[in-house]
């Protein structure tokens, strides 16, 4: 081979040498580049998902909260329904004690009365 082709050659070699490393460093910077927007959009995501959770979290405390006072108001209405049904048959059995005879008949007119009622 001549001294020209060889030149010619080694020439062409070294272009097609710096065209694949062109190659490789675009490749290497488009490769860096997706990674870094690949990266940010994870930790976006994961940053969206744990302030979503914080939120639910928050909501399911305040739900919980709530459903206990409401159950501590029914608890309580519940006691205070008992303590008056207790005082009511209290007065009544102090009643029928101190007034046998009105109580009975007053018992017997309660129960005509509501049996014409019952009737119609």
Do not use: C, F
């Amino acid at each position: 081979m001549s001294k020209a082709i060889e030149a010619n050659t080694k020439a062409v070699k070294d272009q097609i040498d710096d065209k694949a490393d062109r190659v490789k460093q675009a490749t290497s910077e488009a490769v860096a580049h997706t990674k870094d927007a690949v990266d940010h959009a994870a930790d976006q995501v994961e940053s969206g998902v744990h302030k979503a959770t914080d939120k639910a979290a928050e909501k399911a405390y305040r739900a919980t909260d709530k459903a206990a006072d409401l159950s501590e108001q029914g608890r309580q209405l519940y006691e205070d329904g008992v303590d008056r049904a207790e005082d009511w048959l209290d007065q009544a059995r102090d009643y029928v004690r101190e007034k046998p005879v009105q109580s009975v008949a007053l018992a017997l007119g309660a129960g005509w009365l509501l049996g014409r009622l019952l009737r119609r």
